[in-house]
């Protein structure tokens, strides 16, 4: 019976391995495109910020 329960818990956290790759991937990608411009944003808010001072 434990065997059971056991092969079914390491059923279950091998579904949420795979289910969670693609989306841990198509993070990863977002991130990497999405920090440049989060940089430049930044750097165009501080000159913004110096030519007010």
């Known amino acids: ?5 056991k ?3 390491g059923l279950a956290a091998d579904v949420v391995q ?3 790759a693609p ?3 198509v ?3 977002a991130v990497a495109a999405v920090k ?3 940089e ?3 750097e165009l808010v501080a000159d913004v910020k ?3 001072d």
């Open 50 to 52: 110096s030519l007010k």
């Open 27 to 29: 993070v990863d990608v």
């Open 7 to 9: 092969s079914l818990g």
């Open 23 to 25: 989306v841990e991937m």
């Open 40 to 42: 430049v944003a930044k």
């Open 18 to 20: 795979v289910v969670a």
């Open 36 to 38: 440049p411009v989060a």
């Open 1 to 5: 019976m434990f065997g059971l329960l």
